[in-house]
């Protein structure tokens, strides 16, 4: 596939790690390394696949599918029902029909909290498509979007992820960024959208936080893994292998053709590097790729 702007091919270059972050919220158990096989090799995937984690992963990966085509298209909007199609896809339970309005009053847990959207009606569906039909052009505008659709539960089921993709489409589409949800930062990602649908914070700090922590608009900027300290153990067995091997950190990245700025912030456990490039290193350090996903 042609991408028509570098957004939306970083994007597609993310999509794995995108699944990964957004299965972890839902509570899927999967390790990258699994859900990368699983995404990859879906038919080949060794786990049970009439479960509902494995099943998870596979929708996502639909989502994300389709959310990458529509953002390519030559449309600067997306229509009701390429928002509803969406939902519809990353539905995850037969028992609850996706991809149209809700007619049910569902409760929202968020731990032992528990929030109810607003009553729905025939007005309020009135009211939730003609909203959604609205093209948002704006940053804010398309992350107030975001927050309307999982306060106002427009959905059946699934509205996080849908409210995720419909973002990312339309982030994608002015070539502004996407929305990435570094899981180091996942608590605050979850408090906001509690706030903000409790009334505790007005839509505009919602929008702040998001826009400060999670739309990513550089390829560098995303993956970042803190608490240095707890990798000290690893780093040190990594600089030894180089010793041992005899080979720098220019001459490994050269080796496994990667920028050696970003080789080393890998090294140094400051962004996590892709299954591929981690096997590459340890094929040639002689140690355990896993090391990276530890």
Known sequence: MKFRNEKIEMAHSCMIQSIYEVSKIEGVPFTFPQTEQIVLKEHDAKFERNSIDFDTVIRLKRGYEMCLRLANDEDNFITFNDIASLNQVIGQYAYISYGVLRT??????????????????DTKRSEWKKYLTITKTSIDSILEQFFYIIKEQCFNDGNKRTAILVTNVLLLKRNIGFLELDLNKINLFSETIFKYDHNII???????????????????????????????????????????????KNQLAKMVGYDPSNLNKILSFKIQPSVRIAKLIGDILKIDWKIFFD
Not at 234 to 244: C, F
């Open 104 to 121: 049910t009053q569902p409760a929202v847990r968020y731990g032992e909290n528990v929030y109810n959207p607003p009553e729905e009606s």
């Open 202 to 248: 007005t839509i505009k700090e919602a929008i702040k936080v998001i826009k400060d922590n999670f739309i990513v608009s550089n390829i560098h900027d995303r993956r970042t893994i803190p608490h240095f300290d707890e990798h000290k153990e690893q780093i040190h067995e990594l600089e030894e292998s180089l010793r041992t091997n005899n080979i720098t």
